[in-house]
């Protein structure tokens, strides 16, 4: 299993039209359909207003470099 943490930084005040623009575009559920995607979710920062974090989990590394190919 390969678990990831990738943190976003927005520009200044624009974290929730990013975080629209992803949502809209299908792109997260589009990958959560992807083989050995067993999660992919986005989280705000109560601390940080232009921050986001991204969790990702699969089910090999294997898997995780076929979605980034």
Same mark, same amino acid.
């Given at each position: 299993?390969?678990?990831l943490l990738?943190?976003?930084t927005a520009?200044?005040?624009q ?5 629209q623009?992803? !949502?809209?575009?299908g792109?997260?559920e589009?990958?959560?359909?992807e083989?050995?995607c067993?999660?992919?979710?986005y989280? !705000? ?6 921050e986001?974090? !991204?969790?990702?989990?699969?089910a ?7 979605? !980034?190919?």
């Open positions: 299993m390969l678990t990738v943190t976003y520009k200044a005040g974290r929730d039209a990013f975080l623009a992803v !949502l809209q575009s792109l997260p589009r990958i959560r359909q083989d050995g067993l999660r992919y979710d989280f !705000l920062s109560a601390e940080r207003p232009d986001i974090l !991204l969790a990702e989990q699969w090999s590394p294997e898997q995780q470099e076929i979605h !980034l190919r």
